[in-house]
């Protein structure tokens, strides 16, 4: 009796981890230091080998700029990886790697990658990515969103931004009133020039919102006049635009 309800628990528990997500994942780990991997990376895995193929290609190439199918997996991170300097030798590239699964289910894969890099200067960003697990391709704005519904959009992340933007820049006069002065007009023109679009293509799915992301607006030396200008949408908010996909995608559970 107590074997069978050992068996019984076992099936349930692996009936709801293959209901939890579409896919399986295995890293992939490595860094200027083998002993400590710094650099993690996700292989997807699932029952359909072409899906796989696809997304696991389409992140490598994005991110690796090479595939395991070009390069073993013991040299995956090669070209890519910080290799400090000995001599004459050394190589700038990603210092750090980690990432984020956000939804793995039948209607979207949504995954956030963290890098670090060090060149002439240290870095640091985030890539998003969203995928459609049943044909492994990544999903588009045009997609998921009526043609009139990118048009508001793209009218609303402009006025959006607009505000932070406004907001931003009283903070640095507050904060610093002669070197604003100094700097007003490149901190002015950047911004505008900046949020002349909507960039409604970069797109992010979590959980419960739709994220509009934006990269700096600035260069590195005046990173710090920099402006948070990701807009976040519930995706209550955005089902008067979306198609019907879209509907699909994200209210079908």
Known sequence: MYKGSSISFLIFLLLQIAASGQFKVRDLKGGSDPKKPSLTFPIFMSNNKA???????????EILTTTTTATPE???FDEIKFIPSKGSTGQSGYTDM???IEINNKNILSIVLEIESLGAYPT?????????????EPLSVEDIFTVEGIGQIKKILIEERDKKIKERIS?????DE???AEDSVFIFETFIKCNDEAHEKDFFISKENIIFYKEDCFPHAWQSYGAGLDVIFSTKEVEKYLSDFGKRLLFTK
């Open 74 to 76: 013991k040299k995956i």
């Open 124 to 136: 640091y960003y985030k890539r998003y990515f969203n995928f459609n697990p049943k044909n492994g």
């Open 178 to 180: 002669k070197q604003f």
């Open 51 to 61: 899906v796989d193929k696809k997304i696991n290609e389409h992140l490598q190439e």
């Open 98 to 100: 980690s990432y984020t």
């Open 171 to 175: 903070e640095i006069k507050r904060d």
